[in-house]
């Protein structure tokens, strides 16, 4: 798997004629497996490129490229995360699991079968039955992830998955992704606005700039996993990234 | 100053405060009636309870209680279920998309605060009177609360819910069945609460047109013309009791089916 993003422009139309630029010629080439954190203040237009990505919006120039197709809408190739877990309230938990491969008519055994190990997978055996909203906003996400997990996309989209949780929480699921991601050797573009995530999840950081948002540059972390975020090597990274998007190329278009 | 918190202590005083006011109307309804001792303005209770409790009785010819409060529900389920069958594919229609919406919503903002029994004599001038007709004013009126809260409740469909199942796979076709119906379902079903609530109303009057000779609405008319107050009064009864079943029946249905609504934090 490749996926290109290639001179990646996007405008959105204000008040009728005027157009703000929100994204502007964004590159970045992404390897089978690797774990990309897209980092950048409120508002640069980090969400929109990864909209743009799972095919939920268009780019005004450019195009972003699957193995050489060019991405015009939602694509089975991708599965997405929203911040707001997005589960269907209606739906028992493995039900939602279930919820993609009900759309691509698998029958109900196995569903079941496949919703029990994703089940697993995200650490919630004995929760199958639960609705969502009896679930904690963790419990909730870890179902969100093992929903577009489990119609086996190759590459997952995570637009701020963790902010809305508690700081405790938030920990903890970095972890737990990390050995999913490990597990299913999925390529991860995980959209963030935490330094401290994105350095302890990340094998490249690929920074933006505030509105229009651009790369300013693109942070290779090879510590190896697990990261402890007390160290030294980690509060390096951290610094140097924190460093640089208070320096100049990085705050002005 | 009571200072009772308890539980039980607050049911208590809950449920006394519930019945006092249908006491005190009961007391003062019998009060008046023996005051002023006139059966063609206010009967005696007793009186209006003797057709209550004979619900099987027929009623200066026009049948009993029960088989014109049977056929007043047949007519309002008519009606309702014209008014949900069209309601609910155009309400989703509008709130999809932009092009159906600009094209209905003029005339639907036209007609919707006419009240449904303006539309009588059209009725009866277009189809005669009948069954017809009464499905039409009863169709009026159920048709826009159904309407409007179909519209609200697909509009109330989380955008992440959709673009999450276009993600995940699913057809247009499948977005609607599986995501917008079920997301949209409990403010759905809240509109057609209401809906019958008002077709309900609607068809006691309808069948108060002239020409009509059986229903609950007709029963009260006819017993007018006789005299018959308690028959009016035990009519009248009869129509807020219905109202309260199928009420309570919507609300029992809202409360099992639809429960994720209020959980959902």
């Not at chain 1, 774990?35 to 095919?55: D, E, H, W, Y």
């Not at chain 1, 969100?144 to 637009?159: F, S």
């Not at chain 2, 389920?77 to 014209?82: E, K, L, N, T």
């Not at chain 2, 949209?184 to 009509?212: D, K, L, Q, S, Y």
Request: aromatic share 8%; with cysteine; glycine share 8%.
């Amino acid at each position: 798997m490749t996926l290109i993003i290639d001179h990646l422009s996007k405008q959105f139309a204000k008040n009728g004629q005027d157009t703000i630029d929100s994204l502007v010629d964004i590159n970045v080439e992404i390897r089978d497996g690797e774990f990309i954190c897209i980092l950048g203040p409120s508002g640069c237009g980090k969400t929109t490129l990864l909209r743009i990505i799972a095919g939920l919006e268009s780019p005004t120039t450019g195009k972003v490229l699957i193995d050489g197709t060019a991405i015009d809408r939602p694509n089975p190739k991708m599965g997405m995360i929203f911040q707001d877990y997005s589960l269907y309230p209606w739906r028992t938990v493995n039900e939602n699991i279930a919820f993609g491969l009900e759309l691509r008519g698998v029958g109900k055994d196995q569903r079941d079968e496949v919703a029990q190990n994703f089940l697993e997978l995200a650490g919630l055996s004995g929760f199958g039955n639960s609705y969502p909203y009896e679930l904690s906003g963790g419990m909730r996400q870890r179902v969100a992830v093992v929903r577009a997990l489990a119609v086996d996309p190759t590459v997952l989209l995570m637009d701020e998955p963790f902010g809305a949780l508690d700081a405790q929480t938030r920990n903890r699921l970095q972890h737990d992704l990390l050995e999913i991601w490990d597990k299913t050797k999925k390529t991860i573009l995980f959209v963030t606005h935490s330094v401290d995530e994105a350095v302890f999840l990340a094998d490249r950081i690929v920074v933006l700039t505030p509105r229009p948002g651009h790369v300013c540059e693109t942070i290779v972390v090879d510590h190896p996993r697990p990261r402890d975020r007390t160290s030294v090597e980690f509060a390096k990274v951290r610094r140097y990234v924190l460093d640089l998007i208070n320096q100049p190329q990085c705050t002005l278009q | 100053m009571n200072h009772d918190f308890s539980l039980v202590g607050m049911l208590q005083r809950k449920s006394f405060l519930k019945f006092l006011l249908p006491a005190a109307i009961i007391v003062g309804w019998e009060i008046i009636a023996i005051v002023l001792d006139n059966p063609f303005i206010l009967p005696r209770l007793e009186s209006v309870l003797s057709v209550l409790i004979n619900p099987t009785v027929d009623i200066l010819g026009n049948g009993n209680l029960i088989d014109n409060a049977i056929i007043s529900l047949e007519r309002v389920v008519a009606g309702f279920i014209v008014a949900t069958v069209l309601a609910i594919p155009l309400g989703i229609g509008m709130g999809r998309s932009d092009t159906v919406h600009e094209v209905f919503d003029s005339v639907m903002q036209l007609l919707r605060p006419i009240p449904p029994l303006a539309w009588v004599p059209l009725a009866l001038a277009w189809f005669k009177i009948g069954l017809v007709s009464m499905v039409f004013i009863i169709g009026m009126g159920a048709f826009f609360p159904i309407l409007l809260n179909t519209l609200d409740g697909v509009r109330g469909v989380k955008k992440t819910w959709v673009e999450a199942a276009a993600i995940l796979g699913a057809r247009e076709r499948q977005i609607l069945t599986h995501v917008i119906l079920p997301g949209a379902a409990p403010t759905i079903w809240t509109g057609m609460r209401v809906g019958f609530g008002i077709a309900w109303m609607c068809v006691v009057a309808a069948e108060m047109m002239p020409g009509t000779n059986s229903g609950i609405g007709y029963l009260i008319m006819s017993s007018y013309n006789w005299g018959q107050v308690p028959v009016i009064i035990a009519g009248i009864i009869v129509i807020g009791l219905i109202g309260i079943v199928v009420d309570y029946l919507f609300k029992l249905v809202e409360r099992s089916s639809f429960k994720w609504r209020e959980l959902e934090r």
